[in-house]
């Protein structure tokens, strides 16, 4: 490392480190806002969504190069606005303390709580994907629970970050809110800073890193990963049906999305009839894909990254499906990609080895369940599962014998957008929850409180341990029986 890089470093954790002691005196200074307080934030977070909508939409657009402005409002506005609202409505309840049951024979008259309190300081970590959804969803959590925040974002996410750098600070104090741009090295020092809680969205290989640096702090973390969710065609669903939706969320934000239909398993006699529907809902939906409703790659190394996945699948025998009739190209200075399916796909192929990123569907057809079940549990736990059937004895089946962070039966994603449902990833694809309550409990300390009440018969058991003490070992032991 040069001294000038070691400089620069240097400067950056001191900043980090200055930000979060800030916020860590205010949080002593006001361990246990009220009600009203948290909701005044909440509010705080609407505004600033509302009072520049537009801005934060054009902002996401102009990192992509474009971005279908229906797509940030309906997976990232909308989200946002309607989640503040749902807590808002439930917070007294989440914050109520619990009474909780105490044994009467050995404490008579005493009591026990669990508060759900602040822990105090939490980090996030941003992904460019839907930046506005996974910071600000975050946040409602975050201030739900009494927290102070401090955001990191992505680099890819250059035009959002600085338009909330620049308007945050009217709506949120530094030692509340701050906003991190990723300059490089930013996200690896982040990481080793001592939160009280720290929450992470983004690739396996990342999640592993952003776990090792928090792990020497013993932060505890919420690993929000990715992975590879099939969804899966039973025998008696409707192809077109399946169609229309799987495609919609294959094709949503050009496929990049950690819980997209990543492959879909297909009954073999399904399959030509899938495709030949394939091409006419894509055709209708998406005639020139130069229009600003189908949304570019966000990189030109995540562009050259998909080319070369096709690539590979068509190289090692794949039988590559042009839904667009042609019009994608290799040099397209706005990165949209062409939407393919693939068809004999196998495990020697780069699509099937990772999680895909981008608008290719690669088909494998199963004879039945059980091969089916086999299959995904033969590799990492994917984030979720889409079964498409109404027979609910192969629903359950699916639901029962293939383990995954979330389910959406007959449609993809949905379970995401759920308020009163967490969300969250199992094994490879993640660890811990947040989303509606149990994103309240994620970033709250559930503290449990006894209360000695006025008899206190632990008196009858100290020493010297004498006949008495003996006698009431003996009847307390008795009465466990």
Not at 211 to 219: F, G, P
Request: hydrophobic share 40%; proline share 6%; aromatic share 10%.
């Amino acid at each position: 490392m040069t001294e000038i890089a070691e400089a620069i470093e240097n400067q950056q954790t001191s900043s980090l480190q200055s930000l979060l002691d800030s916020q860590r005196q205010a949080y002593l200074a006001n361990p246990a806002p009220s009600r009203e307080e948290r909701i005044n934030d909440l509010k705080a977070l609407a505004r600033m969504i509302r009072d520049h909508q537009d801005e934060l939409v054009e902002a996401v657009s102009a990192d992509y190069g474009n971005r279908s402005h229906h797509e940030t409002l309906f997976a990232e506005i909308f989200p946002a606005l309607d989640s503040i609202k749902d807590t808002m409505k439930r917070l007294k309840k989440w914050m109520k303390p619990q009474r909780r049951h105490t044994d009467f024979t050995a404490f008579p008259t005493s009591s026990t709580k669990v508060i759900p309190q602040p822990l105090g300081v939490v980090g996030v970590i941003v992904p460019w994907n839907f930046p506005i959804n996974l910071s600000f969803g975050p946040l409602i959590n975050i201030f739900a629970a009494g927290n102070r925040a401090m955001v990191k974002m992505s680099e890819n996410s250059r035009h959002l970050t600085a338009l909330l750098q620049r308007i945050s600070g009217d709506y949120f104090p530094a030692d509340k809110l701050v906003f991190l741009e990723e300059t490089g090295g930013v996200g690896i020092e982040f990481s080793t800073l001592k939160f009280d809680h720290l929450i992470f969205t983004g690739s396996g290989a990342t999640g592993r890193k952003v776990m090792a640096a928090a792990a020497a702090n013993l932060t505890p973390v919420t690993l929000e990963l990715g992975g590879k969710s099939p969804a899966i065609v039973g025998p008696d669903y409707s192809t077109d049906t399946a169609v229309e939706r799987v495609l919609f969320w294959k094709l949503f934000n050009a496929g990049q999305i950690c819980t997209t239909v990543d492959y879909l398993l297909l009954p073999e006699d399904k399959v030509d009839a899938f495709v030949e529907k394939a091409k006419q809902v894509f055709k209708k939906r998406y005639p020139d894909i130069q229009h600003p409703d189908y949304t570019s790659v966000i990189d030109e190394r995540s562009f050259q990254r998909i080319w070369q996945t096709l690539d590979d699948a068509t190289a090692k025998g794949a039988k590559a499906i042009d839904l667009t009739d042609g019009q994608g190209s290799r040099d397209d200075p706005l990165k949209k990609f062409p939407a393919h399916l693939l068809i004999n796909v196998d495990e020697e192929m780069d699509v099937m080895k990772r999680e895909i990123f981008g608008p290719l569907l690669p088909i494998k057809t199963y004879k039945n369940r059980e091969e089916v079940a086999s299959y995904i549990n033969g590799g990492d736990r994917p984030l979720a599962i889409y079964p498409f059937t109404n027979d609910k004895g192969l629903r359950d089946y699916y639901i029962d014998h293939v383990m995954s962070g979330g389910v959406s039966v007959n449609n993809a994603v949905l379970h995401v957008g759920q308020h009163d449902i967490p969300f969250g990833g199992v094994g490879e694809s993640g660890m811990g929850h947040y989303h509606g309550y149990e994103g309240f409990l994620t970033f709250s300390k559930l503290r449990p409180v006894f209360y000695q009440g006025p008899l206190d018969p632990l008196k009858l058991l100290m020493p010297p341990y004498g006949n008495v003490a003996k006698k009431m070992m003996q009847v307390m032991l008795r009465l466990t029986k």
